[in-house]
């Protein structure tokens, strides 16, 4: 059981998440796939974290029909828009907490309101290789937790734009082009929240890359399935 939890620790699962991510990039595709999907198997399905948001990314890399890899791609959103729900929520809850000037009182666990109670902080988000990992903190942490919270939406959204990028590429290779015009859109929206590093300026030239695809000016087919277009 020891061994097993700490399997399945942030530092390890990001480990794990790289080792994969190399072993993809050298060409075993079917080794990362399976090591991924081993990985989701042990995180489980009960709870939605960055673990799984960017698990779901990288699996669909690993994907040789471009329909698998839509649907990992769509899995990885799903997690993010929840995640994001799950912040929204909470600042609308501390809001209106702090307008009322109300203490939030705990609530028994199995009582009728625990189901509707705040979600626990978000958690660690982990990083592609040589990314900084972002930590959040646990509830009672004062500034710190809020800091690192606030760390952790702003990971959320800066994954946004190579979200919406990978499924305008899946849709490209699928024949919609309608739907990856419509993805493309929301990734030109998003890539706002991109840092000025070589990951933002990459995932920005791909944005304009696809786009000139989708006008059919630029000659260059869509990336095979496993290859992000931003590669």
């Known amino acids: 059981m020891a061994k097993r939890q700490e399997e399945a620790s942030p ?9 994969a991510v190399m072993l993809h990039r050298g060409g075993d595709r079917e080794e990362a796939r399976n090591r991924l999907g081993e990985l989701w198997q042990e995180l489980g399905v009960e709870d939605d974290t960055l673990h799984h948001c960017t698990l779901a990314h990288y699996l669909a890399d690993t ?11 769509l ?11 799950e912040h929204d929520a909470r600042a609308e ?8 000037g109300a203490a939030v009182e705990p609530v028994a666990e199995g009582t009728e309101h625990a189901a509707r109670s705040p979600r626990p ?6 990083c592609a290789p040589g990314e900084e990992s972002v930590e959040a903190g646990e509830p009672g942490d004062g500034e710190a937790a809020e800091a690192n919270r606030r760390r952790a939406v702003a990971a959320v959204r800066g994954l ?4 919406h990028l990978n499924l305008a590429a899946d849709y490209v290779k699928l024949g919609r082009p309608d739907a990856a015009r419509a993805q493309l859109d929301l990734a030109k929206a998003a890539s706002g929240a991109l840092s000025d590093d070589s990951y933002g300026k990459g995932v920005r030239a791909a944005i304009g890359r696809l786009a000139l695809r989708l006008t059919g000016t630029s000659g260059e087919p869509a990336p095979p399935p496993g290859q ?3 590669a």
Do not use: C, K, N
Request: proline share 10%.
């Open 11 to 19: 530092d390890a699962v990001l480990t794990r998440i790289g080792q």
């Open 63 to 73: 994907q040789d029909d471009p329909a698998d890899e839509l649907a990992w791609d």
């Open 75 to 85: 899995r990885a959103l799903a997690v993010a828009d929840r995640l994001m729900r």
């Open 93 to 100: 809850h501390d809001t209106r907490a702090e307008h009322d």
């Open 121 to 126: 902080p978000l958690r660690e988000r982990p």
């Open 160 to 163: 946004y734009p190579s979200l």
């Open 228 to 230: 992000h277009p931003w």
